[in-house]
């Protein structure tokens, strides 16, 4: 199992990361693909008819979300109590910012950020009659690019590792 301590890698249970053939982004097209290729064009067995056909005759009203700012949320996952700092918000020893946030330093809010880009994070202002969504705010040291959680959690270990080496030399 990936991660698990090396008393318990044998050759009973092999260290299996290593013998990976997709990356994560790589199994979640791949996984994107089968639902829109495959599962969305067979035969459903209960109602004997693709997911696809039924979509497209308007025989499945979704249920939806009771305002915007609930829609704003569908897709970050991940929800994260922070205050806003004069320099924006910091979140995972980065910044984030955006011009709005200026009316609201030393406030206390709810980020809310989908772990496969943390280029970006949704800032809610936590009120007594729930949350307000504020803004998008984006971290200038990562404009342009598409970064995971797990990217920068592994970035963060390496670079720990090989401080560790050079204070042991």
């Excluded at 009316?103 to 980020?111: K, M």
């Excluded at 496969?116 to 990562?142: H, M, N, Q, S, W």
Aim: with cysteine.
């Amino acid at each position: 199992m990936p991660g698990a301590p090396a008393r318990l890698r044998t050759r009973r249970h092999p260290d299996r990361a290593g013998q990976a053939t997709l990356t994560l982004p790589e199994l979640d097209a791949a996984i994107g693909q089968f639902i829109r290729e495959v599962y969305n064009r067979r035969s459903h067995s209960e109602t004997r008819t693709p997911p696809q056909t039924r979509w497209e005759a308007g025989a499945f009203i979704p249920r939806m979300p009771d305002s915007l700012e609930q829609l704003d949320l569908l897709p970050s996952t991940v929800a994260k109590p922070r205050k806003v700092h004069t320099d924006g918000i910091h979140f995972l020893a980065l910044r984030f910012i955006d011009p709005v946030l200026a009316d609201y330093v030393r406030e206390d809010v709810t980020i809310r950020y989908d772990p496969r880009d943390i280029t970006e994070i949704r800032v809610y202002l936590r009120t007594p009659g729930g949350e307000k969504f504020l803004c998008r705010a984006v971290c200038p040291d990562l404009a342009g690019e598409t970064v995971s959680l797990k990217e920068i959690t592994a970035a963060r270990n390496a670079r720990r590792k090989h401080l560790r080496g050079q204070l042991r030399q």
